[in-house]
């Protein structure tokens, strides 16, 4: 049937929309009319032949007002049209490229699809390469086909998408209406392929272990529990993947293993924690946890180098140098530092007692390493804004960590520390199985005297350390955090494209 022409200039679409008070209703009708021509909105492929910033790469140098004969084939999403459809603007993962549709070159029913468009669709269209007088790199179109109707309207393009809670639950508007949104998530893949190579590169084998675990182990923290059907039996969600993947060192799999995955840990969520979240942890037979700090260093470096180009980069209104050295300082002299208390010589009762005099409030059932733990949380971290590797932490709240060399109060353990956050956490591992177990029983201890977070005795991993686990060091690095650094982005949610959000109840 005869449709009424349609006028495509933005203007005079919003205002159409506005008085009909359905634009939703309005690209339904024209989803008919199409049906009713006999033209297909939803075709099952399109021959495209070129990216945007291909062409826009490739025809640099085309000056402008010059034509070529150069046949191309491009797709996209309408996010502009101007001049009743003459021109419209497709974006693609690549960029942008302008589609210019003249009686010159299209036939009246060629003509007669630009009807049918919207801002949003995804079309592809066919012709050849030219440079506007303007400047503007086009396809002088010859043919162009609705590829896919778009049936919801886009927000309104000079103010874009701006509700933060839109953007994160449907990240895929987000990702059409905010390019920066798609810059950061690129950059996310990006960083997680350069750990992958560094990791390979030095002779690294990723492996993948369990994500649900009877036993709740190597990490503190609260788990996700769910129940296997087949089994009848309760599994964890993984909180780390650490007592597995020694486990492959013992067995001799290769000297250094990685594995780049999910964990999942029951708590809070906040700027810097979602409760799913992405690490590495790589574990590597014969170095200790002086040289996982070299290679933390190194790691974060050629990140930084592949992505900025430079080991200064900017967050927020700081500037961060990743430089080596990095500053190495135990845990007790930084609270020291800043607080003036030595917490060495003191006992319990005597820690308790410094953390009161600082103001810090403390459990009282805590021991001598959680309190200085929360001190140097309370006063400390927040001043490590320059890479800084926080050493020598308590016995008292490393389980898993082999004793250090001088001072059996301590662990050799440590914490990596950028723009204030913990991004690395690291041991020389534990691995004489009987003081292992003792670890283990004391963590029970804590559990029963109701500490949610502590571990459960994993007896398999004593008996794989009974067979004999190497001198080894290992970390876990947190991507999202990472991430977050490396892209300034002010909050994890804008590097996980999917964040955890309360559910909308309908």
């Known amino acids: 049937m005869a449709q009424k022409p349609v006028v495509n200039d933005d203007a005079v679409i919003l205002e159409a929309q506005a008085q009909s008070g359905n634009p939703k209703l309005a690209k339904e009708k024209k989803l008919q009319a199409m049906l009713d021509d006999g033209v297909e909105p939803y075709p099952h492929v399109f021959p495209r032949s070129h990216q945007a910033q291909e062409l826009q790469d490739k025809y640099k140098d085309l000056e402008s007002g010059v034509e070529t004969e150069d046949n191309v084939a491009v797709a996209g999403r309408i996010m502009a049209m101007r001049n009743n459809g003459m021109f419209l603007d497709l974006t693609d993962a690549s960029g942008k490229i302008q589609v210019f549709c003249h009686k010159d070159t299209m036939s009246e029913a060629e003509l007669k699809v630009l009807e049918y468009f919207d801002i949003g ?7 050849t390469i030219r440079r506007t007088p303007r400047g503007e790199l086009s396809v002088r179109a010859k043919k162009v086909t609705m590829l896919t109707k778009s049936l919801l309207p886009l927000p309104e393009k000079y103010h874009g998408l701006t509700d933060v809670e839109q953007r994160y639950r449907q990240r895929y508007l987000d990702l059409i209406m905010n390019e920066d949104s798609r810059r950061v998530l690129r950059l996310r893949s990006k960083i997680v392929a350069i750990i992958r190579k560094f990791m390979t590169d030095m002779g690294g084998v990723e492996v993948e272990t369990p994500m649900m675990h009877a036993i709740l182990g190597g990490a503190s923290a ?5 129940h296997h059907n087949a089994l009848d039996t309760d599994f964890y969600l993984r909180i780390a993947p650490e007592l597995y993947l020694k486990r492959l060192v013992v067995g001799g799999l290769a000297d250094t293993v990685f594995e780049i995955n999910r964990n999942f840990r029951n708590e809070g969520i906040s700027i810097r924690h979602n409760p799913e979240f992405t690490m590495i ?5 014969y170095k200790d946890y002086n040289d996982i700090m070299d290679l933390i260093e190194k790691l974060v470096q050629a990140i930084a180098m592949e992505i900025h180009g430079t080991l200064e980069i900017k967050f927020g209104e700081d500037t961060i140098n990743l430089a080596s ?3 190495r300082k135990s845990m007790n002299d930084l609270v020291r530092d800043e607080t003036g208390v030595d917490f060495m010589p003191l006992d319990v009762a005597g820690a308790h007692k410094a953390a009161k005099d600082l103001q810090v409030a403390v459990d009282p059932k805590a021991n ?19 890479p ?3 050493i020598d932490h308590p016995l008292d709240i490393s389980p898993l960590s082999k004793i250090h060399r001088t001072n059996p109060r301590l662990v050799e353990r440590f914490e990596t520390y950028v723009n204030t956050w913990e991004i690395a956490n690291a041991f020389t591992e534990l691995n004489d199985p009987k003081i292992q177990l003792e670890r ?26 009974e067979y004999g686990l190497p001198p080894t060091g290992g970390w876990g690095m947190g991507i999202d955090r990472l991430c ?5 982005s002010q909050t994890i949610r804008e590097v996980i494209a999917f964040p955890t959000l309360k559910p909308i109840k309908e």
């Open 121 to 127: 669709d995804i079309v592809g269209a066919e012709g």
């Open 222 to 226: 609260r788990p996700f529990v769910t």
């Open 281 to 285: 942890e790589s574990y590597h037979a």
């Open 325 to 327: 050295p990095w500053k």
């Open 368 to 386: 001598w390493g959680q309190v200085l733990e929360a001190v140097f949380g309370e006063r400390v971290e927040h001043t490590l804004v320059q």
């Open 388 to 390: 800084t590797h926080v």
């Open 440 to 465: 283990f029983m004391e963590q029970v201890a804590q559990r029963d005297a109701g500490d949610e977070e502590a571990m459960m005795v994993d007896h398999d991993f004593v008996t794989a350390l």
């Open 484 to 488: 977050m650094i490396m892209t300034n």
